[in-house]
């Protein structure tokens, strides 16, 4: 199962609503999860179950879809959220596979 | 809680065996993984392994090649890498499942190690 995200960098102002499309290549119901990597450091655990926040994320981050098509949304761009963002596929799994990554920027 | 260590600068073709040691969760009751990144790249799932040893997978990539394992008793989680070739050049995170059975998302990373295939 192959995933798309889109677009593959972007840049915001701090306080704009962001968001991020994943897209599989077959249905995957609700098994995609979203991950933070910031600069220099591992990827973080934001959202399982394509809707799930995992503990401790702050609440402006939301996740949902199903089936194909998935998104991502910050609903008001902190600096602190400068990072990429990769979605994964556990469907079906294994092979657990991940997105190519979104480059988030502050304008 | 995950700490990984053994990455190396290592001559294409050789092996070398990776260690990971977890603390602050139950071990033994949870699937653990190794997750590698290349420099520039997105993550990609390698391998896992069940809670009891009784299953364990791996990627295309590396199958036939790797051999994952872990120690209940040590909690620690091991990646035997053998023929290595170029392309297995990255960070080589430990990861943990969620469930103790099952390939699904992760939720708990270490810092990683890092593996230079490379003559």
């Known amino acids: 199962i192959q995933l798309t995200q889109s677009p593959s960098s972007l840049s915001a102002s701090v306080g704009d609503r962001v968001t991020i499309t994943c897209r599989a290549s077959q249905g995957i119901t609700n098994y995609l999860a979203w991950y933070q990597q910031k600069s220099g450091t591992v990827p973080k655990l934001l959202i399982f179950g394509a809707s799930t926040l995992q503990s401790g994320v702050p609440s402006r981050f939301r996740g949902s879809g199903s089936g194909t098509v998935f998104t991502l949304t910050i609903s008001s761009l902190q600096p602190e959220d400068v990072a990429t963002y990769y979605c994964?596929?556990?469907?079906?799994?294994?092979?657990?596979?991940f997105g190519q990554g979104t480059r988030l920027e502050i304008k | 809680q995950l700490v990984e260590s053994g990455g190396d600068l290592v001559q294409p073709g050789r092996s070398l065996r990776l260690s990971c040691v977890a603390s602050?969760?139950?071990?033994?009751?949870?699937?653990m993984h190794w997750v590698r990144q290349a420099p520039g790249k997105g993550p990609e799932w390698v391998s896992g392994i069940g809670w009891n040893s009784a299953s364990m997978a791996y990627a295309d990539s590396v199958k036939g090649r790797f051999t994952i394992s872990r120690d209940n008793a040590k909690s620690s989680l091991y990646l035997e890498m053998n023929s290595l070739r170029a392309e297995d050049t990255a960070f080589y995170y430990c990861?943990?499942?969620?469930?103790?059975?099952?390939?699904?998302?992760?939720?708990?990373w270490g810092r990683g190690t890092f593996v230079t295939v490379s003559s």
């Open positions: 994964q596929n556990y469907n079906s799994a294994p092979p657990s596979t």
């Open positions: 990861a943990k499942g969620p469930y103790a059975s099952g390939t699904w998302y992760f939720d708990v």
């Open positions: 602050g969760f139950t071990f033994e009751d949870y699937t």
